[in-house]
């Protein structure tokens, strides 16, 4: 008989070095093989939207993070209980590993495009951890004899815990970065030439938000919990589905074809009012019209499915993608080729649209369909099918609960409606009459537009209220919705006291 107490700190070590050797094993399977990355991935497939909405609130872009150790701890707790039972009767022991391996490996194959040897990694850690639990099982005569042998004990344990833990997580990174980082740096983006260039910046940024959102401070929003590893070398693109001439193109080829460069402002549609997932970029890529026109779409096939290499599925009306705009098939984001998780090598960028309907990463195909027919991933889950981004603006400066000195205070901010523009905006303080700001220009109506007013500040409390109206003469709508089935919508509002 085994004491509870060795009992799990056993079953720890043996669930340790299981997960530990998986990672390992899923450097040569693939990242999303391994049993953490595929249980993690049909959780995001299949929590409510609500829970969606409410871990991305709380964590906002660390949300997989949250998941990944979110999961490791159930999964230590887990372990300990099962450790304690098998104290008592071993075999729980194996039959506990043995129940974990069979999810890990049900969800490793039940993956999108998951290889027939997706179940190795889980394989090969259960066995290992059985083989560790056998091992400490064994030793474990030594526990309860002498202090020395119980130290001894203690440290074997401890040490092939540490170890397979350094041997996890070492393993992680290594699948994660290898092979696409010096891919990504080798790559020659071609030249934009001048007529489909972005028009030069008319001015300096003011206020908190830069006009020009850089890479490293972009907003992170997707399902997949390692970010896809594709090189320029593996990726291609098929069009295919309803129309008259399937078209497979690789990287170099897509590198060829006649650039264009513009600045789009991405927004997600779970940003609520006054909130930060939004973003404008400088984009170079290859105009999407020109290659679904190429493909020859059949009456009827309303809907362009863009699908990214983790099976990840936006669904972008055809007529939109062909009304002229700047949709492009974008290789490049301020003038550096896609950082790996904006969705290197390949990602959509549609003005006008929220990123769930438009902005696949990490893009492999575009599939002409119906909506009658498909109903991509956030569909399923609920969301509006149709998702042009809302009239919406935001008070930066100062901050919500900040305190400006009396007198002249700058008021500044963003307001968007994507590929309609922006033609006011105006800013209330406490129930005063509507001010209306001062615009900044902007190189066309598919970004944001900055805004300022000079207030002179009297002391007190204040709340600073701001709307937008766009190019159409639609003013932003004070109505309050929740993010959740298409935007949010209402008017951003702080409160300030000045001294
Ligand atoms: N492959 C893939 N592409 C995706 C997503 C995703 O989950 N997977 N999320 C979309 C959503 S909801 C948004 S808002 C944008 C965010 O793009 P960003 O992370 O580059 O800011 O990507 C879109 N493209
Ligand atoms: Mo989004």
């Given at each position: 008989?085994?004491?509870?107490?060795?009992?799990?700190?056993?079953?720890?070590?043996?669930?340790?070095?299981?997960?530990?050797?998986?990672?390992?094993?899923?450097?040569?399977?693939?990242?999303?093989?391994?049993?953490?990355?595929?249980?993690?991935?049909?959780?995001?497939?299949?929590?409510?939207?609500?829970?969606?909405?409410?871990?991305?609130?709380?964590?906002?872009?660390?949300?997989?993070?949250?998941?990944?150790?979110?999961?490791?701890?159930?999964?230590?707790?887990?372990?300990?209980?099962?450790?304690?039972?098998?104290?008592?009767?071993?075999?729980?022991?194996?039959?506990?590993?043995?129940?974990?391996?069979?999810?890990?490996?049900?969800?490793?194959?039940?993956?999108?495009?998951?290889?027939?040897?997706?179940?190795?990694?889980?394989?090969?850690?259960?066995?290992?951890?059985?083989?560790?639990?056998?091992?400490?099982?064994?030793?474990?005569?030594?526990?309860?004899?002498?202090?020395?042998?119980?130290?001894?004990?203690?440290?074997?344990?401890?040490?092939?815990?540490?170890?397979?833990?350094?041997?996890?997580?070492?393993?992680?990174?290594?699948?994660?970065?290898?092979g696409v980082?010096a891919d990504r740096a080798a790559i020659d983006l071609?030249?934009?030439?001048?007529?489909?260039?972005?028009?030069?910046?008319?001015?300096?940024?003011?206020?908190?938000?830069?006009?020009?959102?850089?890479?490293?401070?972009?907003?992170?929003?997707?399902?997949?919990?390692?970010?896809?590893q594709l090189t320029s070398g593996d990726w291609q693109l098929?069009?295919?589905?309803?129309?008259?001439?399937?078209?497979?193109?690789s990287y170099q080829e897509l590198l060829?074809?006649?650039?264009?460069?513009?600045?789009?402002?991405?927004?997600?549609?779970?940003?609520?009012?006054?909130?930060?997932?939004?973003?404008?970029?400088?984009?170079?890529?290859?105009?999407?019209?020109?290659?679904?026109?190429?493909?020859?779409?059949?009456?009827?096939?309303?809907?362009?499915?863009?699908?990214?290499?983790?099976?990840?599925?936006?669904?972008?009306?055809?007529?939109?993608?062909?009304?002229?705009?700047?949709?492009?098939?974008?290789i490049?984001?301020?003038?550096?080729p896609l950082?790996i998780?904006?969705?290197f090598p390949v990602?959509?960028?549609?003005?006008?649209?929220?990123?769930?309907?438009?902005?696949?990463?990490?893009?492999?195909?575009?599939?002409?369909?119906?909506?009658?027919?498909?109903?991509?991933?956030?569909?399923?889950?609920?969301?509006?099918?149709?998702?042009?981004?809302?009239?919406?603006?935001?008070?930066?400066?100062?901050?919500?609960?900040?305190?400006?000195?009396?007198?002249?205070?700058?008021?500044?901010?963003?307001?968007?409606?994507?590929?309609?523009?922006?033609?006011?905006?105006?800013?209330?303080?406490?129930?005063?009459?509507?001010?209306?700001?001062?615009?900044?220009?902007?190189?066309?109506?598919?970004?944001?537009?900055?805004?300022?007013?000079?207030?002179?500040?009297?002391?007190?409390?204040?709340?600073?209220?701001?709307?937008?109206?766009?190019?159409?003469?639609?003013?932003?709508?004070?109505?309050?919705?929740?993010?959740?089935?298409?935007?949010?919508?209402?008017?951003?509002?702080?409160?300030?006291?000045?001294?």
């Open positions: 008989m085994h004491t509870r107490r060795f009992g799990a700190l056993a079953a720890l070590t043996a669930a340790v070095v299981a997960l530990g050797v998986a990672e390992a094993v899923a450097i040569l399977t693939g990242a999303t093989t391994s049993p953490l990355v595929s249980v993690g991935g049909v959780v995001i497939d299949n929590v409510p939207a609500a829970v969606k909405d409410f871990a991305v609130q709380v964590f906002y872009t660390y949300d997989k993070l949250a998941l990944s150790v979110g999961t490791i701890a159930v999964l230590a707790a887990f372990a300990v209980v099962i450790g304690v039972f098998a104290a008592k009767r071993e075999i729980i022991g194996y039959a506990g590993i043995g129940l974990f391996a069979a999810i890990g490996i049900a969800a490793a194959l039940s993956r999108h495009a998951a290889p027939w040897y997706a179940f190795v990694p889980t394989l090969v850690g259960a066995l290992a951890g059985v083989a560790v639990l056998r091992w400490l099982f064994t030793r474990e005569a030594g526990y309860n004899a002498t202090p020395e042998q119980r130290r001894a004990f203690l440290r074997s344990a401890g040490y092939t815990l540490v170890g397979a833990a350094v041997l996890g997580l070492a393993s992680r990174w290594w699948s994660t970065r290898r980082e071609p030249p934009v030439p001048p007529d489909t260039a972005a028009s030069p910046l008319p001015s300096e940024a003011v206020g908190l938000a830069p006009f020009v959102t850089p890479n490293k401070d972009f907003y992170l929003i997707d399902t997949a919990l390692v970010v896809p098929r069009i295919h589905g309803r129309v008259e001439k399937e078209i497979t193109i060829r074809r006649p650039m264009i460069e513009r600045y789009i402002t991405l927004a997600c549609v779970s940003n609520e009012v006054g909130g930060g997932l939004i973003g404008n970029a400088r984009w170079q890529g290859v105009r999407v019209a020109d290659l679904i026109r190429e493909a020859r779409p059949k009456a009827g096939a309303d809907q362009v499915v863009s699908r990214s290499s983790d099976g990840f599925t936006a669904g972008t009306p055809t007529a939109v993608l062909l009304d002229g705009r700047d949709a492009m098939l974008a490049a984001m301020n003038g550096e950082p998780e904006h969705g990602r959509m960028v549609v003005p006008g649209l929220y990123g769930y309907v438009s902005a696949t990463k990490w893009l492999v195909e575009l599939e002409l369909t119906s909506f009658a027919d498909f109903d991509a991933y956030w569909i399923k889950r609920g969301w509006a099918a149709q998702g042009p981004i809302k009239t919406e603006s935001r008070i930066d400066t100062p901050r919500n609960g900040g305190k400006p000195k009396a007198g002249d205070v700058m008021i500044a901010g963003v307001a968007w409606a994507q590929h309609r523009g922006i033609s006011k905006v105006e800013v209330r303080v406490d129930d005063g009459e509507w001010q209306a700001a001062t615009l900044l220009p902007v190189p066309s109506i598919d970004t944001w537009r900055q805004w300022t007013l000079k207030w002179r500040a009297t002391p007190g409390r204040h709340r600073l209220t701001v709307r937008a109206t766009d190019n159409g003469g639609q003013t932003q709508t004070d109505a309050v919705a929740p993010p959740d089935p298409d935007g949010a919508t209402g008017w951003h509002s702080i409160e300030v006291d000045v001294p």
